[in-house]
């Protein structure tokens, strides 16, 4: 009998695979609101970044790689 990974174990390893976000924090910048997307693909998760950007002009915004920061954007008020 081949081994084969369950099902909460294939949607796990898939998440673990979309470690870009765009995230959508509370104003005082102390949690997450929002995950406003999950990508394995810098190019698509970067162009995501840029269309929350302008969508959500007074949200504060990060795009993130696992827990490193790559860019924010602090909308205005």
């Not at 084969?4 to 005082?28: G, H, I, K, P």
Request: charged fraction near 30%; include cysteine; hydrophobic fraction near 40%.
């Amino acid at each position: 009998m081949a081994h084969t990974l369950s099902d909460w174990q294939r949607a796990r390893q898939d998440r673990e695979e979309l470690d870009f976000t765009v995230e959508a924090w509370t104003r005082d910048a102390h949690a997450i609101d929002q995950v406003l997307s999950r990508n394995g693909n810098m190019l698509v998760a970067r162009a995501a970044f840029e269309q929350a950007c302008l969508q959500y002009p007074n949200v504060y915004l990060r795009l993130r790689h696992g827990c490193r920061l790559i860019e924010e954007r602090k909308g205005t008020p």
